[in-house]
């Protein structure tokens, strides 16, 4: 193959990389912070240790650029806010008081200040804080942690370049603040941004830095004229200062479409690109535009948000073709490596076979090094590397995991009638309100209940063997006992078990599924301290035995109240696992979705009236582009009803949602054919229940009152209003009263004190009705 000449020697590069550390240490410094076990210093020890920690691991594989402004206490997009002066002013006075206390404040809320809003970042299961903005906006610059966290990497000799979040991404992601009319838009503030960030660049430049990365993710989703000019605006005045470093404008997860002749054309020295699969048309495009000739091109071929490992083969041939369109190209991956776990070496429970198809961030630093030398060097450089690839790819493409016959029978034998229920959803309604006799206002919680350190310390003994499985799942039917009484005290219609049992939402599943593979270690960030761990769905996938009905039916026959069976469904089980990339994810949500019918069917027939199949991914999941969406949403919308459509009538399908835009799906909602639906709404102050009525939606809605990511406790009165509120745009007979989304991250005096407000408020709001 063709090779990049001396005087361009080739970086290998990285945008980001996991924060945690090995044993999730910034987690527990973080929330010891919280809890006052751990001081202010000691947790920016613990930071700066772990940085140092991950520079150094990205040194060592050989990264020859290691990344710097990446690391974050809670969300690098608030960091963003907090580097530009964008702090809301009810949270202005805290901030001034003490950084960090103001800092986790915006991110957590207090009892007295309402947090900002989450939601996802892009596609991924990633969230971050919006920042809101509005016409009185004022920007302010403050480069110190930018600048402190490359002064550190350059002071251990490296070679450092900050990650910014770019100024178009920025505006682009922000809402309108509290009070602010609903259709300001946040990019018409680009003009007072722009000052600020050309002085965070000069800072930046003043501390050594020669590169610096705007990251601009925005770009890659479908954008109005006026939003390409306000990006090339914004890069010919960047790139028309004098006093700053060169600048790589990033961007990933799809291709750049439109975007890409407007940053082609930009006065700065770079762009980096993704030219994974998802984003295979960067490569067509940058060669239409005619290169970036005198540019840097950084090409992310290595999947940043994928565990599987890389086809060096064809990595090489796009990094060839690369060198055509650009003077100096160099290798990363195609996104920060937040989005996968540390170290696949530590699996040691997966077979040392399957092992080696996977590549988590230590694996893919090697990956982008060893790509690196090839294009530097030729193939002749790495030849014994591209052997062990080859072998690699061809084990995993003929193991028995990815090919099960019987389950592509199944899957292939599936007619459109099977994904429909028989009954048109009036008719289901009337038999389900006989059958449940609920008053209005109906209240209920999402499925999980506080996970308590009694529990973790009983499951931790059941792995450990200092207790038997017995005396663990005595444990386990205290703890729903226990659930169960404080929801019939408390006064809850609808009642749950708690899952005082499963680990996680999805791996508590995937572990009893053919197919999936768990991982002991394979943390990822989901928001602030709050860690999972994606299983890894590797082959074709069925369900050997029922997974829910015991604990369901065991938690039934302790009340006369309806129990929810609680189940994750199919697009969730795909979209927060490492799913394969072998086959189109269509195909696997059918498999996923026929395993999980089989569940749905024996709870039913186990005596479970209400069912819910929860999809919070569903928004998530949607394909960046426009163009993508009615292939995704055909599949998706399909997987949900071929999990649910085998039930009678009077058995209510619920579903679940959160954290995400929905304005954009309301059809697909529509499609699920669920009977009642909650969502997020805390937050947002109930705008989904306002786009629900726009859209004309005609189910039961369950719209949260009770934001259970921060830890205040709202009033009954808080409650109360966000109900009326609630009934403003959905009528009394089709809403339901619930929190925002489950409560195992939430403490138990929190979770009974504000479920108590919750059923107070919707035993005052039925009242209010009553009275007319």
């Known amino acids: 193959m063709t090779t ?22 910034l987690k527990k410094a973080i929330e010891g912070y919280w809890k006052g076990r751990v001081t202010a210093e000691t947790l920016r020890e613990t930071a700066r240790d772990l940085r140092r920690a991950n520079w150094a691991q990205l040194a060592e594989a050989g990264i020859t650029e290691v990344p710097t402004g990446d690391f974050s206490y809670y969300d690098h997009v608030l960091d963003t806010s907090v580097m530009v002066g964008a702090v809301p002013a009810r949270h202005r006075a805290a901030v001034a008081a003490d950084a960090l206390d103001g800092y986790f404040a915006m991110a957590r809320g207090t009892q007295d200040v309402a947090p900002l809003e989450m939601t996802k970042w892009f596609d991924t299961n990633y969230h971050y804080l919006v920042p809101e903005l509005g016409p009185d906006t004022v920007f302010t610059a403050d480069s110190a942690k930018q600048v402190a966290e490359l002064r550190e990497a350059r002071a251990l000799g490296l070679t450092a370049r900050p990650v910014l979040v770019g100024p178009i991404t920025y505006l682009l992601l922000a809402k309108p603040a509290p009070g602010v009319a609903p259709g300001f838009e946040p990019l018409t503030l680009l003009d007072r941004l722009l000052p600020v960030y050309a002085q965070v660049l000069a800072d930046l430049r003043a501390a050594g830095a020669e590169w610096v990365q705007l990251d601009e993710p925005a770009l890659v989703q479908d954008r109005t004229p006026a939003d390409l000019g306000a990006a090339a605006r914004a890069y010919r005045e960047l790139g028309a200062l004098t006093d700053r470093p060169k600048l790589l404008v990033g961007s990933y997860f799809d291709r750049l479409g439109d975007a890409l002749p407007v940053l082609a054309k930009a006065p700065v020295e770079g762009l980096a690109l993704d030219f994974t699969e998802r984003a295979a048309g960067n490569l067509a495009d940058l060669a239409a535009v005619g290169g970036l000739p005198g540019k840097r091109l950084v090409a992310g071929v290595v999947n940043g948000r994928n565990i599987w490992i890389n086809d060096y083969a064809k990595s090489l041939a796009t990094l060839g073709t690369l060198l055509g369109l650009a003077d100096r190209v160099d290798v990363a991956a195609s996104c920060s490596l937040l989005h996968v776990p540390l170290d696949a070496a530590a699996e040691r429970d997966i077979d040392p076979q399957v092992r080696r198809w996977l590549a988590f961030a230590r694996q893919k630093t090697a990956e982008i090094t060893t790509l690196a030398r090839g294009l530097a060097g030729g193939t002749d450089a790495i030849a014994a590397e591209l052997a062990a690839n080859r072998a690699d790819l061809a084990s995993r493409a003929r193991s028995a995991i990815t090919h099960d016959p019987a389950v592509r029978a199944r899957a292939a034998a599936t007619t459109a009638a099977d994904a429909r229920r028989p009954q048109p959803y009036a008719d289901r309604a009337t038999a389900q309100r006989a059958h449940l006799g609920l008053p209005p206002l109906p209240t209920t919680t999402i499925g999980s209940f506080p996970q308590t350190p009694e529990l973790r310390t009983a499951r931790a003994d059941l792995r450990a063997g200092r207790i038997d499985t017995d005396g663990y799942e005595e444990r386990i039917k205290t703890e729903i006992r226990e659930v169960l ?49 994606p299983p890894v769905l590797a082959g074709d996938i069925s369900r050997p035995d029922p997974m829910t009905v015991r604990w369901t039916a065991y938690a039934q026959a302790q009340t006369g109240r309806p129990v929810k069976g609680m189940l994750t469904g199919p697009v969730t089980m795909l979209a927060w696992s490492f799913v394969r990339d072998d086959q189109p994810l269509g195909d696997t949500a059918r498999q996923v979705a026929l395993a999980l019918r089989d569940e749905v069917n024996d709870l039913e027939a186990a005596g479970t009236s209400v069912i819910q199949v929860d999809e919070p991914a569903l928004r998530e999941t949607l394909p960046l582009r426009a163009d993508g969406h009615a292939e995704y949403l055909a599949w998706a919308t399909e997987s949900f009803r071929l999990t649910t459509s085998g039930v009678r009538p009077e058995t209510q399908i619920h579903t679940h949602m959160c954290y995400a835009e929905f304005g954009d799906i309301l059809q697909a909602i529509d499609d699920l054919d669920a009977d009642v639906i909650s969502l997020e709404a805390a937050r947002s102050h109930m705008q989904v229940a306002d786009e629900l009525a726009g859209a004309g939606y005609p189910r039961e809605v369950g719209p949260g009152v009770w934001d259970i990511h921060s830890p205040r406790v709202p009033s009954a009165d808080e409650a109360a209003a966000l109900l009326r509120k609630g009934l403003q745009a959905i009528p009394a007979e089709r809403l339901w009263v619930n929190p925002d989304c489950g409560l195992k991250t939430r403490g138990w005096p929190e979770t009974r004190a504000s479920l108590e407000h919750l059923v107070a408020a919707a035993h005052t709001v039925r009242s209010e009705l009553a009275s007319g």
């Open 4 to 25: 990049q000449s001396a005087a361009a020697a080739v970086q290998a590069t990285v945008y980001g990389y996991p924060r945690q550390g090995q044993n999730r240490e």
């Open 485 to 533: 009484a404080f929801q019939e005290k408390a006064g809850i219609d609808v009642l749950v078990h708690g899952e005082p049992e499963r680990n996680d939402m999805v791996q508590y599943f995937a572990e009893q599924l053919s197919g999936y593979l768990a991982t002991q270690h394979g943390w990822v960030q989901s928001y602030g301290t709050r860690y999972v761990r």
